[in-house]
């Protein structure tokens, strides 16, 4: 992942980091649902392999794009986890986006989203929901 990371912010300056990694995951790995009845989820390490070796460009669903956003983030210093969220307001997860900190985009250290799945949400995103669940690294 890191190797991947650092092609993505290559000559770029560390503040334009961040916006690099999602328009990078945006555009090389298309929303694709999981299968019906089924959560798939795709190791960040075993795409990033991929791609580097093979130029492969899985399909991805949201946690998916959430998992290797929070990686390559990761990767190079930031403080990142995962949201899985209830948009629909009923009761149950539906959706997940990754989230980092960093006092190069934000000087308040906030938790900013980060959502490159459908191309739909802009890259901090405020996102309305019923409840949130947060998973962070060790």
Not at 1 to 28: G, H, P
Not at 78 to 99: N, P, S, W
């Amino acid at each position: 992942v890191r190797q991947l990371t650092e092609q993505t912010i290559q000559n770029r300056e560390q503040r334009d980091w961040v916006a690099a990694v999602f328009l990078f995951v945006r555009d090389t790995f298309p929303y694709t649902p999981d299968p019906e009845g089924y959560e798939l989820l795709q190791h960040p390490n075993l795409v990033a392999m991929e791609y580097l070796t093979m130029g492969r460009q899985r399909g991805m669903d949201c946690d998916d794009h959430s998992l290797i956003s929070a990686s390559m983030m990761g990767s190079v210093g930031y403080e990142v986890r995962l949201a899985l969220m209830d948009t629909r307001f009923q009761g149950q997860v539906d959706h997940a986006i990754g989230q980092f900190q960093s006092q190069a985009v934000s000087r308040f250290w906030e938790w900013i989203n980060i959502d490159p799945s459908t191309g739909l949400f802009p890259l901090g995103h405020d996102f309305s929901y019923g409840k949130v669940i947060h998973i962070e690294p060790n």
